[in-house]
């Protein structure tokens, strides 16, 4: 890649110059109520394989950051998230960060540092400049910022969220009355590694004599029944000892930790939703559409007898060995899991979460728990501003040269055992969601979740009811925390 590092450099000198358009990432429509109408996520998959040399992907948005800008040198601490490598590497994604690295800090003249953050809250509150930019897990951040440790994103110069390096179908449910503390673009590949999907091992299918997958996902047809009656069919007692155990064939493979929150998601729900001036709230307990669905989903998971969770981690390691050992029809991982099953022998497919049902509009596909970025309010005004500069050319320079070395290579070409798999990968990432209320709304996640584990339908309204008080009085602590202690510039 270095060969056409000078190329690169030269270009983004002249971006305030370039005006250069794309279709903006497809974002969801408002879910909360199940009738959210995305757009057709359709979209075939390219003829060829990317070749070995620089592919010619779409550049996408430039960004309009201004001719010229020198930031003298100065150093940008950063906490931990895979922006910076200390090297070059013969993984053309790594190699691809590397040259963002470069390329970004010769632009803005600034030296890069990622460095382990430690306790970087308490680092924060104690008033200690040490970093200009920190990450962590969503559920944090916005703690953190309701207490005022945060700059406002929404007024920083050089940001704009216009730009399709700026993820809207994230950062549109990242908001709370209309402000950020936080934003995802092309900067941030958690995005994509946290996103969960279904494998399914094709020898298997063909075996069953099941129909063709990527058939019923393209037809629509790929749905809660199709996913139940695949999954019965792969699962029987292969030592015939009447005990259904590790070592015989199941049909889906799935953590419990991780499970409900990817049928919810699936069907059209999410934990919290958000009124017309964009402040979330909760309803789930008086949501007669959640509540039927959720029924479902353990009248499926249980009475059909095709789940195995050995509770092993977010991503079954028992099922990932089964999977790969043909004792596994369909498991979930996310992106950044599928390259451990590298080894394979069998083929594999990939496929999206399937539909509530064939009138639902599209698949929809859940984002885990990614990680987030806060800009602290230890940072002058100035040091704010620099870095809001580096996000955005981090963000500029990887939507045409770091995503697509991730997503077009990577992923569908080098994961992927299939051209159909990169279909499908299109289509999970058009109606790809985000749950506000895992950041800002644990405990029904918690509740939801031990109701799955427990098989305890009966308790869903009272459970939910009863923690409703709490519930919104935690989001109040955000809400008001957004409203009276997130930090501006102005």
């Known amino acids: 890649m270095k060969r056409i590092f000078a190329l690169i450099l030269a270009f983004l000198m002249l971006l305030p110059l370039a005006a250069c358009s794309s279709d903006k990432p497809s974002t969801p429509a408002d879910i909360s109520s199940g009738t959210g109408t995305p757009a057709d996520p359709g979209t075939a998959a390219p003829d060829t394989e990317p070749a070995e040399t620089e592919p010619a992907f779409d550049p996408g948005d430039v960004d309009d950051l201004p001719a010229g800008l020198d930031f003298g040198g100065a150093a940008v601490r950063m906490t931990k998230l895979g922006l910076t ?17 470069l390329a970004v800090s010769e632009r803005l003249n600034v030296k890069l540092e990622e460095v382990s953050g430690g306790n970087w809250v308490n680092t924060i509150r104690a008033q200690d400049d040490a970093f200009q930019l920190c990450s962590t897990r969503c559920v944090y951040i916005y703690e953190y910022a309701a207490e005022g440790l945060a700059y406002l994103w929404t007024d920083l110069d050089y940001l704009d969220f216009s730009k399709n390096y700026w993820f809207d179908f994230i950062n549109e449910n990242l908001t709370i009355g209309g402000k950020l503390c936080t934003a995802v673009g092309a900067y941030n590949i958690t995005s994509y590694d946290y996103t969960h999907v279904i494998l399914f091992n094709k020898r298997l299918i063909e075996n069953y004599t099941l129909e063709d997958p990527y058939g019923l996902v393209r037809s629509g047809q790929w749905t809660w029944d199709k996913f139940t009656e695949f999954g ?259």
């Open 85 to 101: 490598r200390e090297e070059d590497s013969p993984d053309r994604y790594e190699s691809a960060v590397y040259e963002r690295q």
């Open 232 to 490: 019965r069919r792969g699962t029987y007692d292969v030592d015939g000892d009447g005990a259904m155990t590790a070592e015989d064939a199941w049909g889906f493979y799935a953590g419990m930790k991780e499970l409900p929150q990817q049928l919810l998601i699936s069907a059209g729900f999410t934990i919290i939703s958000k009124d017309e001036d964009d402040i979330p709230y909760f309803d789930l307990d008086m949501n007669e559409p959640f509540i039927s669905m959720y029924d479902r989903m353990l009248k499926m998971m249980y009475g059909e007898g095709f789940w195995n969770n050995w509770n092993d981690g977010d991503i079954s390691e028992t099922g990932l060995r089964n999977f790969q050992e043909d004792r596994g029809l369909m498991i979930d991982v996310t992106f950044s899991a599928i390259n451990s099953l590298r080894d394979m022998d069998a083929d594999f497919g990939v496929l999206p979460y399937p539909k509530y049902t064939e009138e639902q509009e599209n698949y929809l596909t859940r984002i885990e728990d990614i990680s987030l970025s806060m800009i602290p309010v230890t940072c002058t005004v100035e040091e704010a501003n620099r870095m809001a500069a580096v996000l955005e050319a981090l963000s500029s320079y990887g939507i045409r040269y770091t995503i697509p070395e991730y997503y077009e290579v990577r992923l569908k070409t080098k994961y992927a055992r299939d051209q159909e798999s990169g279909e499908m990968f299109d289509i999970i990432m058009a109606n790809r969601v985000f749950d506000l209320g895992v950041a800002i709304a644990k405990k029904p996640e918690q509740v939801l979740r031990e109701i799955f584990g427990g098989n305890k339908q009966s308790k869903l309204v009272s459970t939910l009811a009863g923690q409703a008080g709490a519930v919104e009085e935690a989001m109040d602590t955000i809400i008001y925390g957004f409203e009276d202690n997130l930090h501006s510039i102005h």
